[in-house]
């Protein structure tokens, strides 16, 4: 079966798939059964073939489809020897916290021969999510689309679209990204780099004999097509553009925004955008790149290269434009690779939608409890057993509010739900600071962090505000942070230290953006709120991977509320053990 043959008939069954749904009420609710196998699979890039590991030897994976409202039923068989989980990432997981993924936060790892079922319910979320390994660093080649359409019969709150094509952005090691983190880990020196990125596993032709492994999207004149943008890097914010075309966004995280048009779309790890390309009136002679490259805003080594992909347009058999023609190609001109001017003014414009349809009426507009978390980097003292390359015998580490955090060897949810946290963790995560300084500027003598597995308890239904402020601690840098289980509101964000007395008094409380990854501005802050209303343990993570390994990582805890309704089933009877 020939390429073009292929993407008709994954077209056909992905729309039966769809489509099929039995004509029931309006908004009758499917459940939708998955089958994930994960395995290893050959796979070539570079001039070079490597083992990886997949879901059901696709790389990328599997695309998931559902409607909002809809119960998916994932059933996942580990056929490898690394131990797996799967997370479903900006899912809410309403009292489906058992079925969110993180590794020794809500399960124990799903081991070599096992297999889990996760289940859970899309509850009022429709737009791009997207799913992918979330242990160690497997998310490097395991990861995939999540599409959840609206509601039968109802419209997208903007042009309805031509086509819809989710576009997934990676990196690709030569090297075995397990050997590279746990070699970076051994030496407390930071990781190897990537090789390349990839546009849906592709690089494209400015890499060694990656020509033939270059994404092409075909497009007619005159049509507007949905691009569902996903950044699945592991370590990388990137900025993408394609050459002589206006990108409209339309949604972040799932969450529908103020349209806006733009040349150049930036997007952190663990940050999904969905944008209307309008393609010409008519076809011209030409090719038109589309690329993505890293914005890097940190003192570390990072992969200095360019995916590229091509958007072509479908030419007519009675065109003048015969395809003996030599078409002209254009590039497009991004951002400099440090340009946080950019990436400032790019946040600010996201906003949501706020219409009567879809209000932004969740804004807890007052604060039961406020937080000051300082994220960046710091050094941790080595064991005499280990001989680290830092000074006096130290490795990099990374924290939040000045300590790294320890990885349990049970899983925290479990812990909690059965009342067992002792020699587990502690629930004394500060909540500000234990030393302030001048976050921004010299950073001070003592850069030492502490450890431990610390949490922060809340009671259901909790008002949040937290403040994340970036520390120039080894260098200023973009943190994009994950929350877990909830979606947050973006009150405001700037540069340099966040000012208790002045800043409150420009947040927007009309219509935020409301996303579950935020880039804490390099040099920076940025002020959120969200409430806590779904019981559970629930990760908040820094989504650069060797940040997470170094520990720039902490878990809130949301205690059950009175209702039945408020309250965390227990645990399903395959929960993966230890």
Request: one cysteine or more; hydrophobic letters at 40%; aromatic letters at 8%.
């Given at each position: 079966?020939?390429?073009s043959s292929m993407a008709i008939f994954f077209a056909?069954?992905?729309?039966?798939?769809?489509?099929?749904?039995?004509?029931?009420?309006?908004?009758?609710?499917?459940?939708?059964?998955?089958?994930?196998?994960?395995?290893?699979?050959?796979?070539?890039?570079?001039?070079?073939?490597?083992?990886?590991?997949?879901?059901?030897?696709?790389?990328?994976?599997?695309?998931?489809?559902?409607?909002?409202?809809?119960?998916?039923?994932?059933?996942?068989?580990?056929?490898?020897?690394?131990?797996?989980?799967?997370?479903?990432?900006?899912?809410?997981?309403?009292?489906?916290?058992?079925?969110?993924?993180?590794?020794?936060?809500?399960?124990c790892p799903i081991q070599t021969g096992q297999s889990y079922v996760y289940n859970f319910t899309i509850t009022g979320q429709r737009g791009t999510l997207f799913w992918h390994a979330h242990i160690s660093w497997l998310r490097a080649t395991v990861y995939g689309p999540i599409v959840i359409l609206p509601k039968r019969h109802v419209p997208y709150p903007f042009?309805?679209?031509?086509?819809?094509?989710?576009?997934?952005?990676?990196?690709?090691?030569?090297?075995?990204?397990?050997?590279?983190?746990?070699?970076?880990?051994?030496?407390?020196?930071?990781?190897?780099?990537?090789d390349a990125y990839t546009i849906n596993g592709l690089p494209g032709p400015l890499y060694n004999c990656s020509?033939?492994?270059?994404?092409?999207?075909?497009?007619?004149?005159?049509?507007?097509?949905?691009?569902?943008?996903?950044?699945?890097?592991?370590?990388?914010?990137?900025?993408?553009?394609?050459?002589?075309?206006?990108?409209?966004v339309v949604e972040a995280d799932a969450v529908y925004v103020k349209p806006f048009k733009t040349q150049t779309v930036l997007i952190t790890p663990g940050q999904t955008t969905n944008v209307l390309l309008l393609t010409k009136p008519k076809s011209p002679n030409a090719k038109f790149v589309m690329a993505a490259r890293p914005y890097v805003s940190g003192p570390a080594a990072f992969d200095n290269s360019t995916t590229t992909g091509l958007l072509e347009y479908e030419i007519s058999s009675s065109s003048s434009n015969s395809k003996n023609n030599k078409k002209q190609l254009f590039t497009p001109v991004l951002p400099k690779l440090n340009d946080t001017l950019f990436s400032m003014k790019f946040n600010k414009k996201i906003?949501?939608?706020?219409?009567?349809?879809?209000?932004?009426?969740?804004?807890?507009?007052?604060?039961?409890?406020?937080?000051?978390?300082?994220?960046?980097?710091?050094?941790?003292?080595?064991?005499?057993?280990?001989?680290?390359?830092?000074?006096?015998?130290?490795?990099?580490?990374?924290?939040?509010?000045?300590?790294?955090?320890?990885?349990?060897?049970?899983?925290?949810?479990?812990?909690?739900?059965?009342?067992?946290?002792?020699?587990v963790y502690t629930t004394d995560f500060p909540a500000n600071p234990a030393v302030?300084?001048?976050?921004?500027?010299?950073?001070?003598?003592?850069?030492?962090?502490?450890?431990?597995?610390?949490?922060?308890?809340?009671?259901?239904?909790?008002?949040?505000?937290?403040?994340?402020?970036?520390?120039?601690?080894?260098?200023?840098?973009?943190?994009?942070l994950h929350l877990h289980g909830f979606n947050f509101f973006v009150l405001g964000l700037g540069s340099g230290n966040f000012d208790p007395k002045n800043d409150p008094k420009k947040y927007n409380l009309v219509d935020?953006?409301?996303?579950?990854?935020?880039?804490?501005?390099?040099?920076?802050?940025?002020a959120i709120r969200f409430l806590a209303d779904n019981p559970g343990v629930w990760?908040?993570?820094?989504?650069?991977?060797?940040?997470?390994?170094?520990?720039?990582?902490?878990?809130w805890v949301v205690l059950d509320g009175k209702r039945r309704n408020q309250k965390l089933p227990p645990p399903p009877s395959d929960l993966p053990k230890c």
């Open positions: 079966m020939g390429s056909v069954c992905a729309f039966i798939c769809v489509f099929s749904e039995p004509a029931l009420a309006k908004h009758a609710r499917v459940t939708r059964h998955y089958n994930f196998n994960i395995k290893s699979q050959s796979v070539t890039r570079l001039c070079q073939t490597k083992s990886i590991v997949t879901v059901n030897g696709q790389f990328p994976g599997p695309r998931i489809i559902a409607r909002e409202g809809d119960r998916l039923v994932i059933k996942v068989v580990n056929k490898v020897q690394h131990n797996v989980t799967l997370h479903w990432h900006g899912i809410r997981q309403l009292r489906s916290g058992w079925a969110d993924g993180p590794a020794y936060i809500t399960q042009p309805q679209p031509f086509q819809e094509v989710p576009i997934i952005f990676g990196e690709w090691w030569k090297a075995d990204t397990e050997k590279v983190i746990n070699q970076a880990l051994q030496t407390g020196l930071g990781p190897n780099v990537s020509t033939k492994d270059t994404y092409k999207l075909k497009v007619k004149p005159g049509r507007t097509y949905l691009l569902r943008l996903i950044n699945a890097a592991l370590n990388n914010e990137l900025f993408f553009s394609i050459a002589n075309h206006t990108l409209t906003l949501s939608l706020a219409s009567p349809k879809f209000p932004a009426a969740n804004v807890p507009k007052t604060v039961e409890k406020r937080f000051f978390f300082t994220v960046g980097l710091g050094i941790l003292p080595c064991s005499k057993k280990q001989t680290c390359q830092g000074p006096n015998n130290t490795r990099l580490a990374a924290a939040i509010n000045n300590v790294t955090f320890v990885q349990p060897n049970t899983a925290l949810l479990q812990a909690h739900f059965f009342n067992q946290p002792k020699g302030k300084f001048n976050y921004t500027g010299s950073p001070p003598n003592n850069i030492a962090v502490s450890s431990g597995t610390k949490v922060v308890v809340l009671p259901f239904n909790t008002s949040v505000e937290l403040v994340l402020q970036d520390t120039s601690i080894i260098g200023a840098e973009s943190h994009p935020p953006a409301e996303r579950n990854t935020i880039g804490v501005p390099s040099g920076g802050w940025v990760f908040m993570h820094c989504h650069l991977e060797v940040h997470t390994s170094w520990g720039l990582k902490m878990a």
